[in-house]
């Protein structure tokens, strides 16, 4: 029998996150006070975050950090999740390519994103917090939230960005079942929502505007602080067990790959895959090729420019530098809702600025096409956002077949579709529209970044 | 760190099925034909079933039955399933009970159906059948018969149970995005789902006419067979495997189960994970208590008549020797759609009749009271019907306490509910109702098998 599943046990659970903000070339240029515009320190962010992730979010100098052993117990819910080879996908394109992924979704929550929500509900349980905000576009990290804030015992307030929690119900409820309080966004909840709601009624929400909202709560309410399920260095860092468990188990299979491949949203799962074995290119040991596949219609990597904006809609983050579409970016109302944000994590901003990754943009009906293949071949039905990855590897592998070349491609699956079928009923339908984003829409929004820099 | 899952490689995968029937001290009694009330042999099976299905159906001979090492291989893509140690739904409780569970929801149908769906769609295929038909219930059995005819590249025509075609949407797109084709039961495709309208033009359906229709589909359209997803002595084999896994995963453990618990339809998980476990106790050598947690709506073990009764409600099938609350018995629209069949399997039956094993029922006000706090203490939301089998386990949880005993219990988490989530809704809303079903509507259904029996 062919070996499908590299499998590895609990007790193999990463010990430590790789941090590599330590070992980059050029370091990422500092967060700014957007009133001085001077640097940041970790201080500085406590009143947002709490003060451990403070400390990882701008910590340029420890390789590797310890993963508290209560994190790990966490973890063994779910981790080692499995790496799997694809040979149904493989047939189904009938390439000469290796394809193999990691398999995120076998977590409870559904995807990766609670390997940052663990930590970041430890940390709080430890600091006496007693109630987190966030915020959440398709609702895969605040379902993650959710259940590491009940695992910890609590509080958890979601806003749940409109036109998912309306077109979404299931996420909703899914949250609620795990305990939380969910409240769609923009609302009049905030002074955030408000202003918004003011100027356009019946907007239906973005990560900026849900972001903007939930920190609001945060620094308005005694003993509560904030959660970010992407972009940030230190979700970026909690992420890399994804990586180092790839890593080991990779091995296992005598082969190393060639490319790896991750959708793209903020960076979470494509960090959480990529920088451990970034780092050997980093030390010029491998000429591994990352691609990051981001939605045709909020394309910042592929058409975005590198620059200080705000990480929210209201403006209450510190200025960030990083590749973004501008941060009053309105994206259309795609499928894959985790994926329409405005800007790019920092550290990772840097690493396409200095040539480490690159990145293509896929429209959602590819997107789509790519995961029906995968669901049909492989028997997983994805989530709209991993589709994405789903959809550059099979680029890739079809590239291989015409080049007759036999390259092994590493992708993440980052979640599972189960509560995504409505927009699967939309493919099928005939109705689903590619999204893509003309130049001149794309410039009125970024507009909103270079005002920024200008007075810089 | 506590050990959480115990795992087994893939190698671990069983290579042969228990057959149960083969050590029973008394056997099922016969499959009558209907018309001549003379036993059946396999061939009388064959123009609805796949003939190896047909044979392992009444093979009272070989106590293990080779897997085909191409269905090992489909095996492979979720098998060995986790065993768990529930050490949240321990603490939530408080109770000295020791808790394990199968973790059949990792399969990518979500269920453990897959078990039974891949072996049957293999055997098709073998057979050189192009196109199987089946009816479902909750959707989970249609979805992982939809998924292993893919890997197969056979036809799959489904008949789904109009309430839940209607009220699970998702789960119909599930077994769409699988490639199958799905009718709402009954239909006006069928001579069955004719008849029904007629009398009842709003009936939602059971899967008792879902079945007849498949049947009727199965032995009109050539090269076509049917596949039943619980109920018969083929299926129970097949699932098999989660109990022969379990048992090597227990031994990891260093503890042996004094109590085993799984929800109860038609008896596929049940069976699956108690069987290969039963056989000690058939064997004399253990006293493992075997609970099938059934729902109070649809009563069959714990209030149900051994008697000889048809698979569906038209008469389509052999007459069975089963614990039934009639072939014309029109269950409650639970949430549970998995367990509203009117019949226990054939070898079950016998051993329940003969003191192995005993039931309780479960109104779902209770299941639903049970799920949530094992979503919120082990941070997996189970599907309704696993829900049955969890509320079981916490009755016996909470007896430990008050005993300050500290048993064993291994239960089968036979599915996740992400696709369920609605039904998580009507339970937090509050509307949701338990129902229990009277004496008096029960005698009246349990006619339609009495008439059969005293014909006989």
Redesign the interface.
Known sequence: ?????F?L??SEIPSQWYNIQAEMPNKPLPFLNPATREPMKASDLYPIFCEECAKQELNQTDTWIDIP?EV??QY??YRVTPL?RAY?LEKALDTPAHIYFKNES?S???SHKLNSAIAQAYYAKQQGVTNLTTETGAGQWGGALS?AT??FGIDCAVYMVKVSYEGK??RR??M????ANVTPSPSMSTRAGKDILTVDPLYQGSLGTAISEAIELATTTPNCKYALGSVLNHVSLHQTVIGLEAEKQMALTGEDPDIIIACFGGGSNFCGISFPFMRHKIAGKTNTRFIAAEPAACPKLTRGKFEYDFGDEAGYTPLLPMYTLGHSFKPSSIHAGGLRYHGAGVILSQLMKDGYMEAVDIDQVESFDAG?LF??S????PAPESCHAIAATVREALKCKVAGESKTILFNLSG?G??D??S??SY?SGDMQPYHISDEELAKFIKSADALNNLA
Chains 1, 2 share one sequence.
């Not at 029998?1 to 599943?5: A, P, S």
């Open positions: 029998m062919k070996q499908k599943k499998l046990p609990e052993e790990r117990e063994s819910a799997v149904g076998v409870p929550a559904g259940y009940k695992m119900p299931y409820s899914i609620q079942t795990f305990g029906v669901a049909r492989e028997g997983i039905i599972h189960f509560v079928m409505a699967y009923d099928f």
